[in-house]
């Protein structure tokens, strides 16, 4: 029964063109792997580091390498609970609590949707794709050849300035398709109320993060046409109890949550409080997309482009076709 860590590893994966948002550009993303060994199996999991909590990659690594020497004793199960406890929330646990979930699921003969206690087998989610920040026009640009590729919900990431031109530009390459915002906390300053009603008649049906970490207060008695949904400001389900008065959903990520197993309480305590459940990604490779795309059948939205972003992905990665993320079949 006993498990032990076959690697802990940094990888470097080019982004397609270059990422865009409010906080800066990359070309590039670094993740953290990590692979688990027990009775004959192999367990696999990725984790991508949260750049606005001062993460990176080797830290990561680094953490896994601490953690494995307290688990080795333990089975998969036991292993995973464990490290609910030594490690804190983030992409180290992430790639741990992921890999240790496939090495489960390997061992007893199971998918992982079983192993979860899904009803049955995940099908294909439409997944928004995401529009990087730029002038109106290049957005347009953006929107117009997504559109083309069959993407037909598009997240435009947003500054706080110039908002609605470029949501309007986006509207304009794209008429025809559905729309999300994230504003990655940057309408501190902004009137809230009219703004989000000038992107509602723009057709925008939900708006990510709009104001600050600390400041979610500043949503109490906002009224909006559209949701609001949290990102940044709820990572795990003991942050459920503090931001749920001022938001209509949270934006379940496995990074934050650390792993698909907070992710699990938090999905749940979403729904005892009436939330909507958007399940989203960083960027990164279909590796880090199985076991969201497990918890993406109980969202509203879902958010799974990291790896259509990427210049190239796993062999084995999901499929994205007609704006649609699933199994690659065959």
Known sequence: MAIQLKSARVERWPVAGQFVISRGATDHVDVVVAEIE???????GEGTPVYYLGEDAAGCRDQILHTAAHIAAMGAAEARAAIQELMPPGAAR???????????????GLRLWQLVGCDGAPTARVTAFTISLGTPGAMAEQAATAAADGYRLLKIKLTGTDDRLRVAAVRKGAPDAR????????WGQVDLLTEAEALADLGVEMIEQPVPVGTDALLDGVYAPVPFVADES?????????????????????????????????????????L??????????????????????RARWVDLDGPALLARDREEGFEFREGMVGPRIG
């Open 179 to 186: 729309l999300i915002v994230d504003a990655n906390e940057s």
């Open 94 to 108: 992430n790639a741990l609590d992921c890999a240790l979930w496939d090495l489960e699921a390997k061992q007893r």
């Open 276 to 297: 909507a459940i958007m399940v989203g990604c960083m960027l990164s490779t279909s590796l880090a997309i199985a076991p969201a795309f497990v918890l993406a059948q």
């Open 234 to 274: 709820c990572h795990t389900a003991a942050d459920v109890a503090r931001i749920g008065a001022f938001y209509d959903g949270v934006n379940i990520k496995l990074d934050k949550a650390g792993g698909l197993t907070e992710a699990l309480r938090l999905a749940d305590a979403a729904d005892a409080a009436g």
């Open 38 to 44: 027990g009775e004959g199996a192999l367990g696999r």
